[in-house]
């Protein structure tokens, strides 16, 4: 049906003998437009809107096909949210940290074995020094003076030995300190690595399952889709694509299960005393409302 402008609504309503007074509240006006099958003012509508017949089959599948979209998304988002992957991203940033770290260390340990390098030489030299002059001391040739001089050359050639062999010790410290912090990190890194496997396989498992269920709901709710009428389905679908994932919803005492609001008892006696195969929408989700559940 083609679009009518709203005026036109108004007069069709005051031509039209409706069961509900004369009251012409925008809601009423909604209501009037959609048992006529005539999109709002504000809000075209596509054909699939026209959809007002659905037998009670078609009507309870339609819930069905919901109940299977809820289980899909609460799945969906429990895949999304396992604790697992929150932990292993924690233990991820941390394992970096330890790796990083690691690194910095080895690269450090480069440069202080080098530093260690030449702090040995230092010392050879020394000692080769030392060595020569001993045997040329030992030798006892040369003059007294010269002899004297080795000997005071020795003195300071022991003290600077000492000196550097200190040094030394101190390089090989430091690198003993490294390579203890470069074992300690790697150990991190190991035993981090070690939980990550174990979340990574407690998160596969869980995975496997949540999948399962999807697969299921998938395969249970395309053999339902099959039995419906497709326009209801399409119309199912434009509720729930504007309405938060909510297309269809049963209707309770008086109350939607959709939204959760109760409807007024001139509503209620309204759909009551509509034929079962009329499709029924709430007028606060605009979802459509199964009766006789
Ligand atoms: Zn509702």
Redesign the pocket.
């Known amino acids: 049906m083609a679009s009518v402008p709203i005026d036109s609504v108004r007069e069709l309503r005051q031509v039209t003998v409706l069961p509900r007074g004369n009251s012409t509240t925008g809601l009423d006006q909604v209501r009037f437009s959609i048992e006529f099958h005539i999109p709002s003012a504000t809000k075209k509508c596509s054909y699939k809107e026209r959809v007002v017949k659905a037998s009670v089959s078609d009507q309870r599948s339609i819930l069905d096909i919901q109940n299977f979209d809820f289980t899909t998304t609460s799945l969906s988002a429990k895949a999304a949210g396992l604790p697992e992957i929150a932990a292993i991203n924690t233990l991820t940033i941390k394992q970096n940290n330890a790796r990083d770290l690691r690194i910095a260390a080895e690269t450090e340990l480069n440069d202080v074995k080098r530093e260690l390098n030449r702090a040995e030489t230092d010392v050879e030299q020394v000692v080769s020094r030392i060595n020569r002059d001993e045997t040329r001391l030992a030798s006892g040739t040369g003059a007294a003076k010269e002899l004297e001089q080795l000997q005071h050359e020795l003195v300071s050639l022991a003290a600077r030995r000492a000196e550097l062999e200190e040094v030394e010790l101190e390089i090989m410290m430091r690198v003993d300190g490294i390579k203890a912090r470069i074992a300690e990190l790697s150990g991190e890194e190991s035993a981090l690595a070690a939980e990550i496997a174990n979340l990574e396989i407690s998160k596969e498992n869980a995975l496997t399952i949540i999948f399962a269920d999807l697969k299921a709901a998938a395969d249970d709710r395309e053999k339902t889709v099959a039995s419906v009428n497709p326009e209801l389905m399409a119309l199912y679908e434009k509720i729930r694509a504007g309405n938060n994932g909510t297309g269809a919803?049963a209707l309770i005492g008086n109350q939607?299960k959709?939204?959760h609001?109760t409807l007024n008892t001139v509503e209620l006696q309204r759909i009551a005393g509509l034929p079962e195969d009329e499709l029924v929408r709430?007028e606060?989700?605009r979802?459509i409302?199964v009766r006789g559940l």
Request: with cysteine; charged share 10%.
């Open positions: 919803a939607c959709g939204c609001l709430c606060e989700c979802c409302l």
